[in-house]
């Protein structure tokens, strides 16, 4: 009995591995018919067995899948790209363990294939704005090939272009681990015969050069991609709310890029986002101090003080900021509506004064307190106009101040220029 039972044992299995050459044979068939469907509704007949079987059907089996497969990727299934490629990997493996190799080179070969075709979709992906399957492809074509990791890097931007943050985040870290730079050298040369330089590989550059059809060879390196990554992992941070996280993404960016205004600028922001203006206004004049031309950065101090109510500190940015930039209309605006609001700040006291005769002295003091006041902020808005005799902003500020000041005479001027 026990050997009977054997024998069926033995002819069942035998039975089996005919099964699997027939389902094999017929892929096969179909793959070299042009026919990928079939190809793979035969290989869905065998996939059952195919962990049981010898290693030469299974690396014939997820050779012809991964071909399979890789055609169906090409008739517009994108969807078939991840199960080619793990076709192939399975194939490698499966032949690297048992030691033969039939089917290694062809596999190599296809997963570079692949790789190119990812990349390619992947420029059409974004060129439709399917920002996530562009970034998916990517990455799927740099762990292919591990060493291009420029396509991790391409992967990460598509992520952001689309707004998929958690996708670009997870990218950017492996960026950061893999201690990826993105610096590169561009080999160029000037044409002697247009006299424009042009970029090159090195070898073709060398020789033509060599030849003098070339010359003035230059090895030019492009920026560290670094701080870039960084700067953008922590902007991720802060879109997904994680801040500390952000923090601590931009103090690690400017310790390796101290002269990054850029950086400061953005950490300002997002400590201004967190309530923290006192912070703000430090890194923001920091950032002034590396940059003392840039005109937007003094008036964005100003402009964080003013809402502190530190009118001198205020003013003496607009002042900055107009210094750089005459013609800065922002700055003259807000400058003249320091000296408004602080005019306006004296309004409560005056109206709280009695008829006594110091009560009355005190009001006549303050009335020309706030109508000096309110003189300095018009005569910054008239020099202002001389400049932009039609800036509609301008006018309609200066009305109002004239009007605060009971000057009929130049409120009417104003509102006739306004065109009222």
């Known amino acids: 009995m ?109 997963l570079t294939q692949l790789s190119a075709d990812l990349v390619n979709a992947a420029v059409a992906d974004n060129g439709n704005k399917k920002f996530k399957e562009a970034g998916e492809k990517l990455y799927m074509s740099y762990k292919i090939s591990p060493k291009d990791t420029i396509y991790l890097y391409y992967a990460a931007s598509s992520a952001v272009n689309g707004a998929h943050y958690d996708q670009a985040l997870s990218y950017y870290n492996e960026l950061q681990e893999i201690g990826y730079d993105g610096s590169d050298i561009v080999y160029k040369a000037t044409n002697v015969e247009t006299g424009e330089v042009e970029p090159m590989d090195k070898v073709q550059r060398d020789l033509m050069v060599k030849s003098g059809t070339y010359k003035d060879p230059v090895d030019e390196k492009t920026p560290s991609k670094r701080a870039e990554i960084v700067k953008n992992t922590a902007l991720i941070y802060g879109q997904l709310g994680q801040d500390d996280k952000a923090l601590e993404a931009y103090a690690k960016a400017r310790a390796s890029n101290p002269d990054d205004v850029n950086l400061v600028l953005q950490e300002a922001n997002l400590h201004y986002k ?26 964005n101090i100003g402009v964080i003080n003013m809402e502190q109510g530190n009118l001198e500190e205020a003013r003496a940015s607009y002042r900055k900021a ?14 003249s509506t320091t000296y408004v609001n602080e005019g306006n700040s004296l309004i409560d006291e005056m109206n709280s004064l009695g008829n006594s005769r110091s009560d009355i002295a005190r009001y006549d003091e303050l009335k020309q307190k706030k109508d000096d006041l309110f ?25 109002n101040i004239y009007g605060a000041m009971g000057d009929n005479e130049n409120f009417m001027r104003i509102k006739k220029l306004l065109g009222e």
């Not at 793979?40 to 012809?64: C, N, P, R, V, W």
């Not at 967190?274 to 008036?299: I, Q, R, T, V, W």
């Not at 210094?323 to 807000?334: F, G, I, K, R, S």
């Open 2 to 110: 026990k050997t009977k039972i054997f024998i069926l044992a033995a002819m069942s299995f035998t039975m089996i591995g005919f099964a699997q050459k027939a389902e094999l044979k017929a892929a096969d068939k179909a793959l070299k018919g042009g026919d990928a469907m079939a190809a793979k509704t035969a290989l869905e007949g065998a996939s059952s067995m195919i962990d049981g079987a010898d290693a030469k059907y299974q690396a014939q089996y997820h050779f012809l899948r991964g071909k399979a497969y890789t055609e169906l990727a090409k008739g517009g299934d994108s969807s078939a790209f991840t199960e080619a490629v793990s076709s192939f990997k399975n194939v490698i493996d499966i032949e690297e363990k048992s030691g033969k190799a039939k089917y290694t080179a062809e596999s190599s070969q296809g």
């Open 274 to 299: 967190m309530g923290d203006k006192d912070k703000f206004k430090s890194m923001m004049a920091k950032a002034s101090e590396m940059e003392p031309d840039n005109a937007d950065l003094h008036y």
């Open 322 to 335: 107009l210094e750089v930039d005459p013609n800065y209309t922002n700055a003259q605006l807000n400058l």
């Open 375 to 399: 003189g300095e902020g018009a005569k910054i808005l008239e020099d202002a106009l001389k400049v932009t005799p039609d800036n509609q902003g301008v006018l309609s500020q200066l009305k």
